[in-house]
């Protein structure tokens, strides 16, 4: 059993786990200046605890680095690495919206934003993005559903036609991914297959308006994930899902 | 990013070449493109290792926010004599990932409490980890060298979140039993790993 007074040497492993109570790691903190050997040995074992940290990788949603963002500059349009703009809109001025500690009161508000402009088939909602006729379509089809994506950050939906067998994926202010990531849209069958209803990076204003494909007859719900483009299957977690 | 079409080199805001250590050292100067750029190479361990911590994605994304607040506050402590870049960042998000679990232990009355409260969300989180990551089978591989006390003394320590005082009241045995057997663990899995670098 070692005492409080045990050999300092012996918290080392700990220290690097982050398992020590307070009263060790002081006593760690201030051992390790005086000691070369903890110190060498602490480098080395440092970088093993490294790779046993980094060995699981899941690419947190954008919305994080947003976040993240606006709190750290929220004076500036922290922009280095502007995506492809993908349609011809006028860019705002400032990307990232939202401040942190307003972005749950964002979100509540978003979906019933856009629910109210979709339930009125208007296509102003993606006023900044250049709409397909097939969008336009699916927006004011009769029976047009629209089901808000609950993301942290920007809004989306999903409107889906029956009647025309077809859905679409619209949004704006939504975060660009990182470069190499996309946003995807899975579409689940009623017995758990995935298969790929589309991709897409928003262009500079983060909107998109984009038709989804294979139909949504036998969808039982979309996910949305952000994977690497080309991606075949998600591998990322589902930062949003729709239910049909 | 072999895949990413960047059709010039010119069009990257930081050469592929720039280490994860000369983009910290910049953050330090105040260079918040080589911050972005920083974060988005290594927040997928990062944050991976927040998950596996915490289990629930919502406190995953709170603590890795916050770490890499933390991180660009603190960059100009950075020293690259002691340790890279990458074991600097890590060990941030993993002592926020670790004292939010320890915060939450505490509201819930018990260690224990957290870990079956989340048993489920921890299946689900690791079920959608991205497996493919070539450092994720070398280091499962080395773990399978260790023996099954060693590997449960990592995991509960360094994945879990338990002091090894709470170890070693867990699982019953002398906190000096721990304190050896996680010494043991950590420089067996060294060995293992650089036997495959």
């Known amino acids: ?244 | 990013m072999a895949s990413h079409p960047a059709p010039t080199a010119a069009a990257e805001p930081d050469p592929p070449t720039a280490s994860a250590e000369d983009l910290l050292e910049r953050c330090a100067q105040g260079d918040r493109g080589a911050f972005v750029d920083l974060y988005r190479r290594l927040s997928p361990g990062a944050y991976g290792l927040a998950l596996r911590v915490l289990r629930d994605e919502h406190l995953a994304q709170d603590a890795l926010q916050e770490a890499f607040e933390q991180i660009w506050s603190q960059s100009g402590r950075y020293d690259r004599s002691r340790s890279s870049a990458r074991s600097w960042i890590l060990t941030i998000v993993h002592r926020r990932a670790v004292d939010r679990v320890r915060r939450e232990q505490v509201e819930r009355q018990g260690a224990m409490a957290w870990g079956a409260q989340h048993r489920e969300a921890e299946h689900d989180v690791v079920a959608e980890v991205v497996e493919l990551h070539a450092d994720h089978r070398r280091v499962r591989a080395a773990l399978s060298a260790l023996t099954p006390l060693q590997r449960q003394a990592l995991e509960l320590a360094y994945h879990r979140g338990l002091t090894q005082t709470q170890v070693a009241a867990e699982l019953d045995i002398p906190l000096g039993t721990v304190k050896t057997r996680m010494r043991d663990a950590i420089r067996r899995l060294r060995g293992e790993l650089e036997g495959t670098r």
């Not at chain 1, 011809?88 to 979100?107: I, K, Q, S, Y």
């Not at chain 1, 102003?124 to 097939?134: G, L, P, R």
């Not at chain 1, 017995?191 to 969808?219: N, Q, Y």
Request: a negative charge; glycine letters at 6%.
């Open chain 1, 1 to 244: 059993m070692t005492t409080p007074s045990g050999d300092p040497h012996d918290l080392l492993a700990g220290y690097l786990l982050d398992a020590l109570d307070p009263e060790e790691e002081a006593r760690f903190v201030a051992h390790l200046p005086t000691c070369a050997v903890c110190a060498a040995e602490l480098a080395s074992l440092g970088e093993t605890v490294a790779d046993l940290a980094e060995s699981y990788h899941v690419v947190p949603p954008p919305t994080v680095e947003a976040r993240l963002l606006s709190t750290l500059f929220p004076e500036e349009n922290v922009d280095p690495e502007p995506a492809p703009v993908t349609a011809t809109a006028e860019r705002r001025p400032r990307r990232w919206v939202l401040p942190a500690a307003a972005a749950a009161a964002f979100v509540l508000g978003a979906g019933a934003v856009i629910g109210v402009s979709a339930l009125r088939s208007s296509p102003t909602v993606v006023a900044a993005s250049e709409t397909s006729d097939v969008t336009t379509a699916v927006m004011s089809a009769p029976d047009a559903h629209t089901m808000p994506l609950d993301l942290p950050s920007g809004d989306a939906s999903i409107v889906v036609s029956g009647e025309m067998d077809k859905a679409i994926v619209m949004g704006h202010e939504l975060p660009m991914p990182s470069a190499g990531m996309e946003y995807h849209v899975w579409a689940q069958s009623p017995d758990g297959s995935m298969s790929s209803a589309g991709a897409f990076v928003p262009d500079s204003t983060g909107a998109i308006a984009m038709e989804l494909h294979g139909g949504v007859r036998d969808v039982a719900s979309f996910l949305i994930t952000v994977d690497p483009t080309g991606a075949a299957h998600p591998s990322g977690v589902p930062i949003a899902e729709a239910r049909l």
